[in-house]
């Protein structure tokens, strides 16, 4: 009786205060790491903090419901994916679907703020997407949700004297728009912007006060999935330190008898050939062991990194690595709603790992862009560069370039298509297109 007489807004923070508590329970069993603890105890104060900075006193039972159900998901995923794409997937997901709008994106600039680090939209197909090219820079008014803490909607946003047109032109007309800014600790650390009401109106001020709660959970979870993340980066250098000493010690192992028997080959090459032939035979026996050895190793470690961080942050990672390794300019760019099974990740991923490979190593190239857009109907994957170029339809090509075969058959094992778009002199494109279930 005590519980019905308390107010819609009270129940609700208890009601989210019980469900991180249970979810940071489950997970710290789930995991074993030091820093599931410590995303734990993050989850339980994002409730608290949110609930100081963002408590709507006329919030009512079915608009607490939905708001809860949307932070039971993020926090789900604050604890255990800790990819920060995958939580603002979650997020933006649950503001669309808050404020019932056609269109829905979060951003977060980068540390100068002039572009931003992620942009992730939904309700755009994956053709859309794609026709629109790289992420937006912070301009008109997606910069002014970045500067000012207060949130902002009308109904025609074309209207406004900060809005400066739609570019690309592929880019889908809107009219009506609801942003609003996320807010962690005084700062703003990115936006949800929302357009076009399912319903042809005007977003509400409930619309307004339902994301504005959301975005207060949003400021803790996306601080708290960079914290994990780092966390995550720091665990990684251990593992890949301790993956090193381990390709150490095998590696001087299998060298150590291939220098020794190929001596002795040389020795006997000329006093007793076939002792010297069947120590060669050796030498090409260690070599093999030892390949296998250090493809065993690198390949276990991707795959850890794969299973662990998901695909974003797995290719996001390797990217990051390459681009400190070699002289090229490598970089990565995510959009979009990822949303594939295990087997369809690792596709994708051995794909990108293959196409960085050719065009570093074999392709020479200045520049290498991996572009991952997950569309409402497919997810693609594009590896450009500016290297050397090949003709794909020369003859016996596959024969001397055994990594697009191999890279075909990996489309195929998961319903996708490969193109290959190049030519000598014009660096070379690759391009995977998997269509969703």
């Known amino acids: 009786m005590r519980d019905r007489l308390r107010s819609p807004a009270a129940r609700y923070w208890d009601r989210a205060s019980d469900l991180c508590r249970v979810k940071a329970d489950q997970e710290s069993r789930r995991y074993s790491r030091p820093e599931s603890g410590v995303g734990s105890a993050l989850t339980l104060g994002s409730v608290r903090y949110a609930r100081r900075v963002a408590t709507p006193a006329d919030i009512d039972g079915e608009a607490a419901a939905r708001v809860l159900a949307a932070v039971s998901d993020a926090v789900a995923a604050i604890t255990a994916d800790a990819s920060l794409e995958r939580v603002l997937n979650k997020l933006v997901t649950a503001a669309q679907d808050l404020a019932e709008a056609t269109y829905a994106a979060v951003g977060v600039p980068d540390a100068e703020g002039d572009t931003f680090a992620r942009f992730i939209t939904v309700g755009m197909s994956d053709e859309l997407v794609e026709g629109m090219g790289p992420l937006p820079r912070t301009h008109g008014l997606l910069a002014a949700m970045l500067t000012d803490p207060d ?34 600790r005084g700062r703003v650390i990115g936006a949800f912007y929302l357009t076009d009401k399912q319903d042809g109106g005007s977003f509400s001020a409930e619309d307004e006060d339902r994301i504005t709660l959301l975005a207060a959970h949003a400021a803790v979870a996306i601080e708290n999935a960079a914290l994990f993340e780092a966390s995550r980066t720091m665990v990684l250098a251990e593992e890949r330190d301790r993956m090193a000493r381990e390709l150490h010690d095998a590696m001087n192992q299998s060298l150590f008898g ?44 991707r795959t850890s990194d794969l299973r662990r961080d998901g695909l974003v942050a797995a290719i996001r990672s390797d990217v990051a690595l390459l681009d400190r390794v070699h002289n090229a300019a490598v970089s990565f760019q995510f959009s979009g709603d990822l949303r594939v099974d295990d087997v369809v990740e690792h596709e994708i991923y051995r794909v990108v790992q293959e196409a960085l490979t050719n065009a570093l190593r074999h392709a020479e190239a200045d520049e290498v862009l991996v572009r991952l857009t997950a569309g409402s109907d497919a997810t693609v994957v594009e590896i450009s560069d500016d290297g050397a170029g090949f003709d794909p339809t020369t003859e016996g090509i596959r024969s001397r370039r055994l990594g697009l075969t191999s890279m075909e058959e990996r489309a195929t094992a998961v319903g996708g298509t490969i193109e290959i778009d190049s030519s000598p002199g014009t660096g070379t494109t690759v391009r995977l297109r998997v269509p969703h279930g």
């Open 151 to 184: 949130p902002y909607r009308t109904r025609d946003i074309t209207q406004d004297p900060r809005f400066r047109g739609w570019w690309p032109r592929e880019h889908p007309k809107m009219r009506s728009f609801l942003g609003v800014p996320i807010v962690a």
């Open 258 to 301: 291939l220098t020794l028997t190929s001596r002795a080959a040389a020795a006997h090459l000329t006093s007793d050939p076939g002792r010297a032939a069947d120590e060669l035979d050796e030498v090409q026996g260690l070599a093999r062991q030892a390949m296998a050895q250090l493809r065993e190793v690198v390949t276990g470690m």
